[in-house]
């Protein structure tokens, strides 16, 4: 039986994990995406890198892994962290976008402030919807996106960055790549 209670005191002490500072986007030359997609008891994770701010994409990778602990609202960075970091294990980014949320959680730890964390780099929450109980101090609408620091980032970097690489539909160009990876055929890689 999982500990809801116990789950919820270990992310709210994670929480206070999170380092919001400014970057100097001139630096940043690489932006990585990561999303992730089920099937039956497999969860298939996609990462794309792009050159920074012309949004060229310079690699795409997807791995398959099982999927290890069940879906529950609000606790989804226990689900997907496995694979996100099986798919940008070895990878070189200066910047991450996660398909979830950052500090706009109703705790203010979602799945790209974990995986900024484990990672300790700059990571990027953007989903396509809120959360119930999020502070509005947490994010930004951003074309269609919800934008939220992850970790190692300031809000209004974080918005920066992903306004320059939104598509005609208003979402980021990589993420919306690295979903598409992430729902196809075959595990691959490409560079």
Partial sequence: MIDLRKLTEVQRRLSR?????????????RVGAVDVSYKNNFAKAAFVCVEFPSGEIIKTKTIVTTVEFPYIPTFFFLRETKPILLAVKDEN???????????AHPRRYGLASHIGVILSKPTIGVAKRLLRGVSKDTYVKVGK??????????????????????????YPKPL???DKLSKRGESREKE
């Fill in 17 to 29: 994990k999170i380092v919001e500072k400014p970057i100097d986007i001139a630096k940043v030359k």
């Fill in 93 to 103: 980014f200066d910047v991450l976008l996660v398909e979830g949320h950052g500090k």
């Fill in 145 to 170: 996106a919800f934008v939220s620091v992850g970790n190692l980032i300031t809000l209004n970097d974080a918005v920066r960055i992903v306004e320059k690489l939104l598509d005609e539909n208003g």
């Fill in 176 to 178: 919306n790549i690295a």
